[in-house]
């Protein structure tokens, strides 16, 4: 127990001093913005970048390894659109969204970092696979499904519905970083070391401050709107979904790293991308910020959890 209190506990240590910082020691949430996009635009996009132009991708992406993670996260995102539809009386645009609170885990912000303390750097080459399709998977998903309720009565637009997601995907400097990776990686492309070292400068930068981002961050929400929602949300993330992945890596036989990866990732709380999707459409927003507010402080206790089961 005191070992795995001494792998996850410096994480959350530093969200919550990037909280305090915020909260009580003057430092800006023009600071806090800029740090987050720092990561999100430049440090994580080289993190990802690196680790998928070096890895072997016959190897890495092993369909089994996807199935079991995506088929758990399709689930859960059912889970919480049926949920928000059928139990709270949500409206279908807002259950859309809390079906994509179900399904976004912070592959990034919390799964790697936590992957790396509990198990080492070289056992992060599963979550890459998994993180490779990650925001791809999850904004198709999400999209088409609230353009189709959107469109209920109306007719159907597949077009529309590509262009939209072609618009988010181009947008985002990690599928950019993803894209890259993987013309560098197939192609062969020799990488000059000067620039590979910077890259990897970069990487050094992205976890730590994300990690103090995310914690100021969280000062701009509060608990607000339905916290039966969020409840729910809470289970669904941090208990059903990593249950599933277990269930299925199980009965697919992973190996010991894919496993424990899978597990991870699945384990952790909604990415602040869940908020994004909602700000994208303007429905259900404080559900989604509350949630990743909730979720992220429980996640200390639930990911201690799964840890525990692992050693």
Request: glycine share 8%; net charge neutral.
């Amino acid at each position: 127990m005191g070992s795995l209190i001494v792998v996850i506990l410096p994480v959350f240590l530093l969200i919550g001093t990037g909280y305090v910082a915020s909260r009580f020691a003057g430092f800006p949430q023009s600071a806090v913005d800029g740090l987050m996009r720092f990561t999100q635009t430049y440090a994580f996009p080289c993190l990802l970048f690196r680790a998928v132009s070096t890895f072997d991708i016959s190897e890495q992406f092993h369909a089994p390894l996807l199935l079991s993670y995506y088929l758990a996260a399709l689930i859960c995102f059912v889970l919480g659109f049926l949920a928000a539809l059928l139990i709270f009386r949500r409206d279908p645009e807002d259950a859309v969204v809390i079906g994509f609170c179900c399904l976004f885990s912070n592959t990034l912000m919390l799964g790697i970092p936590i992957t790396e303390r509990a198990f080492g750097a070289d056992a992060l080459e599963a979550n890459f696979a998994i993180i490779a399709i990650h925001a791809p998977f999850c904004y198709s998903l999400g999209i088409a499904m609230m353009e189709m309720v959107r469109a209920r009565g109306t007719g159907f637009h597949p077009l529309r519905v590509g262009a939209q997601i072609g618009r988010q995907m181009i947008r985002n400097p990690l599928v950019i970083a993803l894209i890259l990776g993987f013309v560098v990686n197939l192609g062969g492309i020799h990488i000059p070391v000067p620039v590979m070292d910077t890259v990897s400068l970069m990487v050094g930068a992205s976890v730590p401050a994300a990690l103090f981002a995310v914690g100021g961050v969280l000062t701009q929400y509060k608990i607000q709107g339905d916290l039966r929602v969020v409840v729910v949300i809470c289970i669904i993330t941090l208990l059903v979904h990593p249950a599933l992945v277990w269930t299925f890596g199980s009965l697919a036989a992973l190996d010991e790293a894919q496993f424990r990866s899978a597990l991870i990732t699945a384990a952790v709380a909604p990415g602040i991308n869940t908020y994004v999707f909602a700000n994208i459409y303007d429905r259900a927003k404080r559900v989604a910020a509350s949630s990743v507010l909730v979720t992220t402080s429980a996640s200390l206790v639930t990911v201690w959890f799964w840890l525990s089961l692992l050693h």
